[in-house]
């Protein structure tokens, strides 16, 4: 399913970006969309990106309506957008087409540019040498960054700490499962605070994981959780749109239940995922807008979490009579934001 709503998105973006090389929006319905403001096919002077004027790009490796990881940063642009602030948004760019729209959106003045997949890395730094006084950013999570390049974590593992409250109180078997795109260490120290946190109401809980090796690769993640569901695995987390929404998949059809993956993507099975682990971006977003502004973006790793407002769990709606989310939640919630409880960072 994400596998064909991509490809058709990409088929879009190419036609697009021939006729127009500065509008970079793949999708004529995405609302987040906003054609750059030069004019022509020229590059825009170097004086532009010192503008008072902040620009804004996002590039996403998918969709703008999966429900979770692009959604998401869609979402926090618009509301930038909602602010005055000029953006753009560029979607399904695959990896080896990044370079060129990264090179397209500098040209043409942005000052900060979001690159929000962990697989842009490498075509980030390559460009921000072309472009020092461009402002980077990339969804590395490693702390990797550069004068001109800034990285951004996604401590999930906080959100997924409190997914495994509820894991613990839901599985009867007290055997949970993780899938991971890939096994990074974002994605492993999900599945490891998942379990850190089932134990502290479950103290047999165990965890089984694995990684599937594509973000967006349905069916093989459905497989891979069935697998699991035959050992015993009866909740899941996911690292990945691909993997949770094979996991809920997978859950549909054993039983068990699921997570979202930052974002609400109960409606794909109201009656398996019982919680949403959310990432509010929008915070995240001002914060590279005022760095920029004030100079200090060089060299940032921004870590914010749920103290910050920008990682959260919700319980879903179809659960909503089965936990008590005030009892639930809200204690654990209260003590990661304060700092009385810190997580366990497990990243390999």
């Given at each position: 399913m994400v596998s064909k709503v991509l490809a058709s998105l990409e088929r879009s973006l190419a036609s697009v970006l021939v006729a127009a090389p500065l509008l970079l929006a793949a999708c004529n319905s995405a609302p987040t969309?906003?054609?750059?403001?030069?004019?022509?096919?020229?590059?825009?002077?170097?004086?532009?990106?010192?503008?008072?004027?902040?620009?804004?790009?996002?590039?996403?490796?998918?969709?703008?309506?999966?429900?979770?990881?692009?959604?998401?940063?869609?979402?926090?642009?618009?509301?930038?957008?909602?602010?005055?602030?000029?953006?753009?948004?560029?979607?399904?760019?695959?990896?080896?087409?990044?370079?060129?729209?990264?090179?397209?959106?500098?040209?043409?003045?942005?000052?900060?540019?979001?690159?929000?997949?962990?697989?842009?890395?490498?075509?980030?730094?390559?460009?921000?040498?072309?472009?020092?006084?461009?402002?980077?950013?990339?969804?590395?999570?490693?702390?990797?960054?550069?004068?001109?390049?800034?990285?951004?974590?996604?401590?999930?593992?906080?959100?997924?700490?409190?997914?495994?409250?509820?894991?613990?109180?839901?599985?009867k078997t007290g055997k949970l499962g993780a899938l991971y795109g890939f096994d990074i260490p974002v994605c492993h120290a999900m599945g490891e605070a998942m379990l850190a946190g089932a134990k502290t109401v479950r103290p047999d809980a165990t965890l089984t994981s694995s990684a599937v090796g594509n973000w967006d690769d349905v069916a093989k993640a459905k497989e891979a959780a069935l697998s699991q569901a035959e050992t015993g695995v009866d909740f899941w987390i996911g690292c990945g749109q691909g993997p949770t929404i094979g996991q809920i998949e997978a859950a549909k059809e054993k039983g068990g239940y699921t997570t979202s993956y930052v974002g609400d993507m109960s409606s794909l099975g109201p009656q398996v995922v019982a919680s949403n682990l959310i990432w509010n971006m929008e915070p995240l977003f001002n914060r590279m807008l005022d760095d920029t502004k004030a100079g200090k973006f060089a060299n940032q790793f921004y870590k914010l979490g749920v103290a910050d407002g920008v990682i959260d769990v919700e319980v879903a709606p179809a659960f909503q009579d089965k936990l008590d989310a005030k009892a639930t939640l809200e204690p654990t919630r209260a003590k990661i934001a304060s700092g009385e409880l810190k997580v366990p960072f497990v990243p390999k």
């Open positions: 969309t906003q054609t750059p403001t030069t004019t022509g096919s020229s590059p825009v002077s170097s004086a532009a990106v010192n503008s008072n004027a902040p620009k804004f790009a996002l590039i996403i490796n998918g969709p703008p309506t999966d429900k979770s990881w692009n959604q998401k940063a869609v979402e926090a642009t618009q509301a930038l957008k909602a602010k005055g602030i000029d953006t753009a948004v560029s979607e399904s760019v695959s990896p080896a087409d990044v370079e060129r729209v990264l090179r397209q959106y500098a040209e043409a003045g942005y000052t900060t540019i979001v690159a929000h997949s962990f697989n842009y890395g490498d075509a980030v730094f390559k460009v921000a040498k072309e472009f020092p006084k461009v402002n980077f950013a990339w969804a590395g999570g490693v702390n990797k960054v550069a004068a001109n390049v800034a990285d951004y974590d996604q401590p999930f593992y906080e959100g997924a700490y409190m997914v495994g409250v509820i894991g613990g109180k839901l599985s």
